[in-house]
């Protein structure tokens, strides 16, 4: 419940406190979006650690493009797509160490290198089964509102290759929810 002797501060007015080196203003902001920042960084990186550097980040980047975000708008779809955008990057640096496979030879494969944590959400569960890329791209597209030209541009890749790669995975979750519900029964 919020205290009526200190009400809550407007997000447009940290924003210009912050623009002025305000830290407690920055602060604020911060204590405001990490939670739903990280949570999106949790579930396209399927890393904790990297999740929390995806966040360190994003902030930095908030704090050195402080000028340039408009006091106006919300500061926490600003922050999403950063962190989304990092993501990405790192996907793309950790490709340049590996073969970067071809639009047929995605395979989605259960388990692949993700960690089982967080058991209470099913959606959760179902996304951490997929690879990082078909993650990210489900995460992206359906969640965030990414279009598939925004992906395919920003991975550098077709529009078709999104659509196939995001359809693929929705498939194999629906077929995995699909098993789990008659095992269930």
Not at 122 to 128: I, N, T
Request: proline share 5%; no cysteine; glycine share 4%.
């Amino acid at each position: 419940m919020p205290d009526a002797s200190n009400p809550p501060v407007d997000e447009a007015l940290l924003v210009r406190r912050a623009r002025r080196g305000d830290h407690a203003a920055f602060a604020a902001l911060y204590q405001r979006h990490a939670r739903a920042v990280h949570a999106l960084a949790w579930r396209l990186s399927g890393d904790a650690t990297l999740a929390e550097d995806l966040v360190q980040e994003a902030f930095l980047r908030m704090l050195r493009f402080i000028g340039g975000i408009r006091p106006e708008l919300p500061v926490r779809p600003w922050l999403k797509r950063v962190v989304g955008n990092l993501a990405i990057d790192h996907l793309r640096r950790v490709w340049r160490e590996q073969a970067l496979p071809e639009d047929g030879e995605l395979v989605l494969t259960a388990n692949r290198g993700i960690d089982d944590i967080e058991q209470s959400s099913k959606v959760a569960e179902l996304l951490r089964r997929l690879p990082p890329l078909a993650r990210t791209l489900v995460w992206l597209h359906l969640v965030e509102g990414w279009s598939h030209g925004e992906l395919a541009a920003r991975f550098r890749r077709s529009e078709s290759w999104s659509k196939s790669i995001v359809s693929r995975a929705l498939a194999l979750l629906r077929r995995q929810a699909e098993s789990r519900s008659t095992d269930h029964e």
